[in-house]
């Protein structure tokens, strides 16, 4: 396996600019995930990798070899995307074992190989069927099998699992990643699926607009995040933010929210009094019941989950979702008073919508 260095790389069509100047170091045998909204130019990056894509500016390296003018044959890399692309007129064992024939290789030699690779995606009941034989869940793993004979330097994922229904997404991540954790393999994987994210990556590359908001490890994203849009895209359901004017006055800190709403915070905040702020909260970091530490809300709706209980309500004008463990009998138009949690909070600037450090003035 190899790492992958992205050094300054940009993308132009025309005078539209889809990345500008993105930087990532892949170390050998890392799960990195790019993720990010539509259009952030995530698959636009990986298909520059795969050499799908032209290179406008900036350099990659595989293995610390420069491949910005070497053709995607000669890249030795994999590629599984959305949409399979499987050749619906060859069986399973013939669709895996396409790359190695064109390459001349010994028929014993393939045999072996793609027996290999459907051992360890349980296909060696399926080697004899059809695309159309088999369910989407099969098809994705025949189109991991096919880049897995080949045993290149790295593999890349495009959004692999976007055509499978929720059951199937969940149970495809666990291969995906029991795969990688067997090969210790370099993946480079892109979705738009957070959770996905979150439950796969050794580390996460947060794209936004064609540049890298952020990079880092699942949970310290979600626990530190650099700005407002980390903050908002990683976690499910969303930070909430409560925008207001950050007050500090006799050893007391608290956030003026609209409708006169007061939101005492902890003496740690960083920011300066009369700072334009937002509060981020997460769903999860509210407890119920009153005291000074509180803060009323008025329902709006509730979504029993099954393990959870969602609820949306109104806090200082804006909609914020909580989520509870327990079972309360909360009703629509219902007034409740909340605990945030003072250790999980954060603050960011309301113009620049960076994350204010704890004791930063």
């Given at each position: 396996m190899a790492s992958v260095d992205i050094q300054g790389v940009t993308k132009d069509y025309g005078a539209v600019k889809v990345i500008r100047g993105v930087d990532i170091s892949i170390a050998d045998e890392e799960f990195v995930v790019l993720v990010g909204p539509s259009g952030c130019g995530k698959s636009t990056l990986l298909r520059m990798i795969a050499g799908l894509e032209t290179i406008s500016g900036g350099e990659i390296r595989i293995g610390g070899r420069i491949i910005n003018d070497i053709p995607a044959k000669s890249r030795d890399t994999a590629m599984v995307f959305q949409s399979y692309a499987l050749y619906p007129?060859?069986?399973?064992?013939?669709?895996?074992?396409?790359?190695?024939?064109?390459?001349?290789?010994?028929?014993?030699?393939?045999?072996?190989?793609?027996?290999?690779?459907?051992?360890?995606?349980?296909?060696?009941?399926?080697?004899?069927?059809?695309?159309?034989?088999?369910?989407?869940?099969?098809?994705?793993?025949?189109?991991?099998?096919?880049?897995?004979?080949?045993?290149?330097?790295?593999?890349?994922?495009?959004?692999?699992?976007?055509?499978?229904?929720?059951?199937?997404?969940?149970?495809?991540?666990?291969?995906?990643?029991?795969?990688?954790?067997?090969?210790?393999?370099?993946?480079?994987?892109?979705?738009?699926?957070?959770?996905?994210?979150?439950?796969?990556?050794?580390?996460?590359?947060?794209?936004?607009?064609?540049?890298?908001?952020?990079?880092?490890?699942?949970?310290?994203?979600?626990?530190?995040?650099?700005?407002?849009?980390?903050?908002?895209?990683?976690?499910?359901?969303?930070?909430?933010?409560?925008?207001?004017?950050?007050?500090?006055?006799?050893?007391?800190?608290?956030?003026?929210?609209?409708?006169?709403?007061?939101?005492?915070?902890?003496?740690?905040?960083?920011?300066?009094?009369?700072?334009?702020?937002?509060?981020?909260?997460?769903?999860?970091?509210?407890?119920?019941g009153g005291g000074d530490d509180s803060v009323e809300a008025t329902v709006e709706v509730v979504e029993p989950t099954g393990a959870q209980i969602e609820v949306f309500a109104t806090l200082a004008g804006q909609q914020i979702c909580t989520v509870f463990n327990e079972r309360h009998p909360f009703r629509p138009g219902e007034r409740i008073r909340m605990r945030p949690s003072a250790d999980k909070l954060h603050l960011f600037d309301a113009e620049t919508r960076a994350r204010i450090l704890p004791g930063a003035h």
């Open positions: 007129h060859m069986s399973v064992f013939d669709n895996m074992a396409f790359s190695l024939k064109l390459r001349k290789m010994p028929k014993a030699e393939i045999e072996a190989k793609v027996h290999a690779a459907a051992g360890i995606l349980n296909l060696m009941d399926y080697l004899g069927r059809s695309p159309r034989q088999l369910s989407g869940g099969q098809r994705q793993r025949v189109a991991m099998g096919r880049a897995l004979v080949r045993a290149p330097q790295v593999f890349l994922f495009d959004e692999p699992l976007s055509n499978l229904d929720a059951k199937l997404r969940v149970q495809m991540r666990t291969e995906i990643k029991a795969l990688h954790q067997r090969l210790r393999t370099t993946i480079v994987y892109v979705t738009h699926d957070q959770i996905e994210a979150m439950t796969l990556a050794d580390r996460i590359v947060v794209m936004h607009d064609g540049i890298v908001e952020q990079i880092g490890a699942p949970l310290d994203l979600y626990d530190n995040p650099a700005n407002m849009f980390v903050a908002g895209f990683i976690g499910s359901p969303a930070m909430n933010f409560v925008p207001g004017t950050l007050r500090r006055e006799a050893g007391k800190v608290w956030l003026d929210a609209a409708g006169n709403t007061r939101i005492p915070l902890p003496a740690r905040v960083g920011g300066e009094n009369g700072r334009k702020v937002a509060l981020g909260l997460r769903p999860e970091h509210f407890t119920l």
